[in-house]
């Protein structure tokens, strides 16, 4: 695909990045119109967890199994497919009857959303194939979620309040149909020359994990921790995770190849995603219910007053790509832990949501910090492995992404109802059951910081070319099979 014209490529990254706009502007949306949703089927707080998480699961649970087939079968054919079942969960989300149907719908959604972004990025990844080209794509990609966060409080709230939650999933069909078009006409097909075999055992092993783990967190407040269902489902989480990693030392092929963990870059990227996504999914959660259940906001003005980080967010992903690409990831990500450390502590030592200036300070500091992320995680995760892992090592970075959102989620929706379980729903009871929460988000803030200064160096990045090389000299060993190149048509 090297042969592609400048134009050409730009027209791929586009397309790619309207895949990635509706994703991510979906759960932004849905944020805003979680109050509504409960107001609508009487939900308590883990049944809001739920809405956000089963689409979380499922897409974290699924996206290594489509970045790798689509290496095997074709990128373009399984982005297609993922556009096409997406636009379909969007439609069956917004004629949910209940809240049940809801979450059953957003699950369509996921598995479509699990063949869209690592496969784009996998696309990204063999159009541009100049490190500070690409370093480049990846900052408009990164830019693209900024956008998502700017538009989507905004556009969330407009919608909620002039037409109604249901109109939230209709924006998806006209995006998603439009880019299933233009994919067929400008996306080349392409194949990783090695393709991968699927690994059902290891698949099956994490989606057990997944869910167990995330189904004792959601339900542990309100069912008890000694409750049986939640016993055992801590106990199925860790007896998948035993049983996961037993299978990937002893498969030829497994779902995660735990040598990518060799390399320090690809580990810190890995862990920082969870921990920043971890962060961001429960301080969307905590202010969405805050602004509107206990300021009285409406759907639209909760939006506006999110407008402060979103913008920060839209300003400093493209910075952020441009810095990865002329001086590596380590500065951004330690502007990104630093800045998000300082707005999770504004909240948890201050008070910060209980005045205006200061509220609006912690937006400011929270949207630099998560803007600055995105590049430096994906830049690190797919630049020091070959291009034929380029699908496997994309997915594992946007899998981190998702399991740090769905864990975010899950454990501050549960400090939260632990703490409001006596009562204590009103402004002061809201802000003391939320301390603790954002005490959780400081220190996922503060690995952040940590590990983006450790696992940056040189020492570190010669580990990453230590494990490349480990992939480059396995694929000649393959027993001669090989696929033509990157096939494109």
Do not use: K
């Given at each position: 695909m090297t042969d592609l014209t400048p134009r050409r490529r730009m027209l791929v990254l586009a397309i790619c990045c309207m895949s990635l706009l509706i994703v991510s502007l979906d759960n932004t949306i849905l944020n805003v119109a979680l109050p509504t949703l409960r107001r609508e089927f009487h939900s308590s707080v883990s049944g809001l967890q739920w809405t956000i998480d089963a689409y979380l699961i499922v897409l974290a649970s699924l996206l290594i199994l489509a970045g790798s087939t689509a290496d095997r079968i074709g990128r373009r054919r399984v982005f297609q497919t993922g556009l096409a079942l997406f636009v379909l969960g969007s439609v069956l989300c917004s004629l949910a009857p209940s809240l049940g149907w809801l979450v059953a719908a957003r699950v369509v959604q996921a598995v479509g959303g699990s063949m869209l972004n690592p496969v784009a990025m996998s696309i990204i990844t063999n159009v541009f194939t100049e490190p500070r080209e690409r370093a480049r794509a990846i900052g408009v990609w990164g830019a693209v979620v900024g956008l998502s966060m700017a538009m989507g409080p905004l556009v969330g709230g407009v919608l909620v309040d002039s037409v109604g939650w249901r109109s939230i999933f209709w924006l998806n069909v006209p995006i998603?149909?439009?880019?299933?078009?233009?994919?067929?006409?400008?996306?080349?097909?392409?194949?990783?020359?090695?393709?991968?075999?699927?690994?059902?055992?290891?698949?099956?092993?994490?989606?057990?994990?997944?869910?167990?783990?995330?189904?004792?967190?959601?339900?542990?407040?309100?069912?008890?921790?000694?409750?049986?269902?939640?016993?055992?489902?801590?106990?199925?989480?860790?007896?998948?995770?035993?049983?996961?990693?037993?299978?990937?030392?002893?498969?030829?092929?497994?779902?995660?190849?735990?040598?990518?963990?060799?390399?320090?870059?690809?580990?810190?990227?890995?862990?920082?995603?969870?921990?920043?996504?971890?962060?961001?999914?429960?301080?969307?959660?905590?202010?969405?219910?805050?602004?509107?259940?206990?300021?009285?906001?409406?759907?639209?003005?909760?939006?506006?007053?999110?407008?402060?980080?979103?913008a920060m967010s839209a300003v400093f992903a493209p910075l952020s790509g441009r810095l990865v690409g002329s001086r590596g990831p380590r500065l951004p990500l330690v502007i990104a832990g630093a800045a998000t450390l300082a707005s999770a502590l504004l909240m948890a030592v201050f008070d910060a949501e209980t005045r205006n200036v200061t509220l609006f300070l912690a937006y400011v500091l929270f949207g630099i910090g998560f803007g600055m992320v995105n590049s430096p995680i994906t830049n690190t995760a797919v630049s020091g492995m070959p291009r034929a892992q380029a699908g496997v090592a994309a997915a594992i970075a946007s899998t981190s992404r998702q399991i740090g959102n769905a864990l975010g989620v899950a454990v501050i929706g549960a400090v939260l109802a632990a703490g409001t379980s006596g009562g204590r729903s009103g402004g002061a009871g809201f802000v003391d059951a939320a301390r603790p929460a954002y005490w959780v988000l400081a220190g996922c803030a503060a690995a952040v910081l940590v590990l983006g200064a450790v696992t940056t160096g040189r020492r570190a990045a010669r580990s990453g070319e230590r494990t490349a090389a480990l992939f480059e000299t396995a694929e000649p060993a393959s027993g001669g099979r090989h696929v033509t190149g990157a096939t494109t048509r």
């Amino acid at each position: 695909m090297t042969d592609l014209t400048p134009r050409r490529r730009m027209l791929v990254l586009a397309i790619c990045c309207m895949s990635l706009l509706i994703v991510s502007l979906d759960n932004t949306i849905l944020n805003v119109a979680l109050p509504t949703l409960r107001r609508e089927f009487h939900s308590s707080v883990s049944g809001l967890q739920w809405t956000i998480d089963a689409y979380l699961i499922v897409l974290a649970s699924l996206l290594i199994l489509a970045g790798s087939t689509a290496d095997r079968i074709g990128r373009r054919r399984v982005f297609q497919t993922g556009l096409a079942l997406f636009v379909l969960g969007s439609v069956l989300c917004s004629l949910a009857p209940s809240l049940g149907w809801l979450v059953a719908a957003r699950v369509v959604q996921a598995v479509g959303g699990s063949m869209l972004n690592p496969v784009a990025m996998s696309i990204i990844t063999n159009v541009f194939t100049e490190p500070r080209e690409r370093a480049r794509a990846i900052g408009v990609w990164g830019a693209v979620v900024g956008l998502s966060m700017a538009m989507g409080p905004l556009v969330g709230g407009v919608l909620v309040d002039s037409v109604g939650w249901r109109s939230i999933f209709w924006l998806n069909v006209p995006i998603g149909l439009a880019a299933l078009a233009l994919t067929a006409v400008f996306v080349p097909e392409s194949r990783a020359e090695r393709p991968r075999r699927a690994d059902p055992a290891g698949q099956v092993f994490m989606i057990v994990l997944l869910g167990a783990l995330t189904y004792a967190i959601i339900e542990g407040p309100g069912r008890g921790w000694g409750d049986p269902a939640v016993l055992g489902a801590a106990l199925a989480a860790a007896l998948s995770l035993a049983g996961f990693v037993r299978h990937a030392l002893r498969a030829p092929e497994p779902l995660i190849d735990l040598r990518f963990f060799r390399s320090v870059p690809f580990t810190g990227a890995t862990v920082i995603a969870v921990s920043m996504f971890a962060a961001f999914g429960g301080f969307m959660f905590l202010n969405a219910l805050y602004l509107q259940d206990v300021r009285g906001l409406s759907a639209l003005h909760a939006g506006l007053y999110l407008l402060p980080m979103a913008a920060m967010s839209a300003v400093f992903a493209p910075l952020s790509g441009r810095l990865v690409g002329s001086r590596g990831p380590r500065l951004p990500l330690v502007i990104a832990g630093a800045a998000t450390l300082a707005s999770a502590l504004l909240m948890a030592v201050f008070d910060a949501e209980t005045r205006n200036v200061t509220l609006f300070l912690a937006y400011v500091l929270f949207g630099i910090g998560f803007g600055m992320v995105n590049s430096p995680i994906t830049n690190t995760a797919v630049s020091g492995m070959p291009r034929a892992q380029a699908g496997v090592a994309a997915a594992i970075a946007s899998t981190s992404r998702q399991i740090g959102n769905a864990l975010g989620v899950a454990v501050i929706g549960a400090v939260l109802a632990a703490g409001t379980s006596g009562g204590r729903s009103g402004g002061a009871g809201f802000v003391d059951a939320a301390r603790p929460a954002y005490w959780v988000l400081a220190g996922c803030a503060a690995a952040v910081l940590v590990l983006g200064a450790v696992t940056t160096g040189r020492r570190a990045a010669r580990s990453g070319e230590r494990t490349a090389a480990l992939f480059e000299t396995a694929e000649p060993a393959s027993g001669g099979r090989h696929v033509t190149g990157a096939t494109t048509r």
